[in-house]
């Protein structure tokens, strides 16, 4: 707890901010590069609506590292 003074003057005691794990994010080439396909194969899939969830930042897409394991953890199987 940090203990620090308001408006007031009275003393307060915060928490310290909780810290967030952010997933990895991983561009169309980092994944086409591990699963050794090719990026237009990544670009159909999302066209078709198939295949690896995707995100979209800005006009970036990216690809969330849990997702590619989940993906190729559920081939294997």
Do not use: C, H
């Not at 810290?19 to 086409?32: C, G, I, N, R, S």
């Not at 609506?49 to 979209?56: N, S």
């Amino acid at each position: 707890m940090t203990n620090i003074t308001n408006a007031a003057g009275q003393p307060q005691s915060i928490a310290p901010a909780a810290v967030v794990a952010l997933p990895t994010l991983l561009t169309q080439d980092e994944v086409a590069a591990y699963l050794r396909i090719s990026p237009k194969t990544l670009e159909r899939d999302r066209w078709l609506g198939q295949g690896l969830p995707f995100l979209k930042v800005g006009r970036s897409v990216r690809y969330r590292a849990s997702d590619l394991l989940e993906f190729v953890e559920g081939d294997a199987a």
